[in-house]
C-alpha cells in the first residue's frame, strides 16, 4: 500500500511566523502535491512538484513556498502565516507512468490553525 | 461555471438503495476521472477510477462516464450506513498537467 506521512495531525502557529509542512512517501513517486480543503471550496492545489527541485504553482501559490531536495520528502513553506491560511492541508503522491493520469494517494491531513 | 460541479447535497437514501452521486466537468480534454470518498475529519481515499466512456464496476461501486456529455456519475448499491461521507469528483484536465481538479464533494447520508 501507499503510504503517505505527514508530520503533524494538528499545529497551531502564530501570525507572521514561518511554518513548514512536511510529507514523505515511501513508493518512490515523482509527482507530490500540496493541497488544501476548505468549507465550500473543495480540495485546491497550491503546488506541485514532478521531479527532485522541480515545482510547479497551482491555482492559489500566493503565500507559500515548496521544497523537494529528495524524492520522497515534498514540503511546503508557509514564509509568513496569516490567520487566512488557517486550514487543512493535504499532501498527495502519484506515479508518473503511462496512462500518464495516475490516481493520486493522500496523507492524513495536517489542521493548521494560525491565530 | 466550476470546473468540476457537484451537487454539495445532502443526498439522503435508505439503507439497501442505490445511491447516484453525478458530476460534471467542463474540460473536453480531460481524461481521467476518479471518485475519492471522504469520512468527516479525513483524507480523501480514491475509490474508483475510470479513463473511457462507458461503465466500470468494482463491488457494490459502479463508475460511469459519458465523454460526450462531459459527466461522470458514481452508483452505490445496497448502501450502507458506512457509506455516508462526502464523495469528490476529481478530473485530470489533460495530459501534461499532472494534478486533479476536484469537485467540492457530495455529502451521502445512508439512514438506517
Known amino acids: 500500500d501507499v503510504k503517505v506521512t505527514q508530520s503533524s495531525r494538528y499545529l497551531v502557529k502564530r501570525t507572521g511566523e514561518k511554518v513548514f509542512l512536511e510529507c514523505v512517501q515511501d513508493m518512490d513517486h515523482e509527482n507530490m502535491f500540496w493541497y488544501r480543503q476548505d468549507p465550500g471550496l473543495g480540495l485546491r492545489l497550491i503546488y506541485f512538484s514532478y521531479d527532485v527541485k522541480m515545482k510547479e504553482k497551482g491555482d492559489i501559490p500566493e503565500g507559500y513556498s515548496v521544497s523537494r531536495e529528495k524524492k520522497e520528502r515534498f514540503s511546503l513553506i508557509l514564509e509568513s502565516a496569516s490567520t487566512n491560511q488557517t486550514s487543512m492541508y493535504l499532501c498527495a503522491s502519484s506515479p508518473d507512468r503511462v496512462p500518464s493520469n495516475q490516481p493520486q494517494h493522500f496523507g492524513d491531513g495536517t489542521r493548521l490553525s494560525i491565530l | 461555471q466550476k470546473e468540476v460541479e457537484q451537487n454539495s447535497g445532502p443526498l439522503s437514501v435508505p439503507e439497501g438503495a442505490i445511491a447516484s452521486l453525478n458530476c460534471t466537468y467542463s474540460d473536453r480534454g480531460s481524461q481521467s476521472f476518479f471518485w475519492y470518498r471522504q469520512y468527516s475529519g479525513k483524507s480523501p481515499e480514491l475509490i474508483m477510477s475510470?479513463?473511457?466512456?462507458g461503465d466500470k464496476e468494482d463491488g457494490r461501486f459502479t463508475a460511469q462516464l459519458n465523454k460526450a456529455s462531459q459527466y461522470v456519475s458514481l452508483l452505490i448499491r445496497d448502501s450502507q450506513p458506512s457509506d455516508s461521507a462526502t464523495y469528490l469528483c476529481a478530473v485530470n484536465k489533460d495530459t501534461g498537467r499532472r494534478a486533479l481538479t476536484f469537485g467540492s464533494g457530495t455529502r451521502l447520508q445512508v439512514q438506517p
Open positions: 475510470i479513463y473511457s466512456n
